[in-house]
C-alpha cells in the first residue's frame, strides 16, 4: 500500500544524546515535511524539502538536522542542542499543487530521560 | 498575523447525537481550507478541502462549510459514533508573495463520544 512509514513508533532518549527518526514514503510525492505537535498547540512545522538534496528551514529549526539524499526518505535528527525535545513529531508528503493533499506517517513519540 | 483559532477546545456529546465545530481564521491570501481527522497517537487525516467558491461539501456524516466573506469554516458531524471520537484539526494555505505557499494549523478540538 501506498504510503508514509515513520520509525521508530516510542523513543527514548537520554539529555545530550542525538536521535534520528526516520521517515519513508513511496506517493512518489516531491515534498516533504516535518512537524512537532505538543499539547494544547498546532503543529509547527520544522524543516521542509521541495526536492532531492534542498531543504529548508520552518518556524522551529533551531536543534534539528535533516537530509534528502533519496526522494523516498527524509530523516530527522534531533540533536542534543534541542532544549526541549519530548513531543510527538510527525512527517508528510505531498504533492506540489497548491491543493495538494498532506499524507500523514503514524507519528514518532520521543521522550528524553 | 496569520492565525487560525478553533472552538470549543473540547467537547463531549452522546452517541447518535449532531455536533458542530468552528474555525476562524486571519489567514490570507486565502488559497484552500482543510479539515483533519487526528486519531490519539495516530497521524492527522485529510476529510474535506474546501477551496474560495465552495461553501458546502459533504463526506459522509461530515459536512463542511466555508464563509470566505467573514473567514469562518464549520464541520459538522451528524449521527455521532464512537469512532468520531479524535481531534480535528482546521488548516489553511495561504499563498506566498513570490510562489509557494504556507500552512497554518489550529489547535484542534478534541471531541468525545460517548455511549
Known amino acids: 500500500d501506498g504510503g508514509i512509514t515513520q520509525s521508530p513508533k516510542y523513543l527514548f532518549r537520554k539529555e545530550g544524546q542525538n536521535v534520528t527518526l526516520s521517515c519513508e514514503q513511496n506517493l512518489n510525492h516531491d515534498a516533504m515535511y516535518w512537524y512537532r505537535q505538543d499539547p494544547g498547540q498546532g503543529l509547527r512545522l520544522i524543516y521542509y524539502s521541495q526536492i532531492v538534496n534542498d531543504f529548508q528551514k520552518g518556524d522551529i529549526a533551531e536543534g534539528y538536522s535533516v537530509s534528502r539524499e533519496k526522494k523516498e526518505s527524509f530523516p530527522l535528527t534531533v540533536t542534543s542542542a534541542q532544549k526541549n525535545p519530548t513531543a510527538f513529531y510527525l512527517c508528510?508528503?505531498?504533492?506540489?499543487?497548491?491543493?495538494?493533499?498532506?499524507?500523514f506517517g503514524e507519528g514518532s513519540r520521543l521522550t528524553v530521560l | 498575523k496569520n492565525q487560525v483559532e478553533q472552538s470549543p477546545q473540547s467537547l463531549i456529546i452522546l452517541e447518535g447525537k449532531n455536533c458542530t465545530l468552528q474555525c476562524n481564521y486571519t489567514v490570507s491570501p486565502f488559497s484552500n481550507l482543510r479539515w483533519y481527522k487526528q486519531d490519539t497517537g495516530r497521524g492527522p487525516v485529510s476529510l474535506t478541502i474546501m477551496t474560495f467558491s465552495e461553501n458546502t461539501k459533504s463526506n459522509g456524516r461530515y459536512t463542511a462549510t466555508l464563509d470566505a466573506d467573514t473567514k469562518q469554516s464549520s464541520l459538522h458531524i451528524t449521527a455521532s459514533q464512537l469512532s468520531d471520537s479524535a481531534s480535528y484539526i482546521c488548516v489553511v494555505t495561504s499563498i506566498l508573495t513570490g510562489g509557494g505557499n504556507k500552512l497554518t494549523f489550529g489547535t484542534g478540538t478534541q471531541l468525545k463520544v460517548e455511549l
Open positions: 508528510a508528503s505531498r504533492d506540489t499543487a497548491y491543493t495538494g493533499e498532506l499524507f
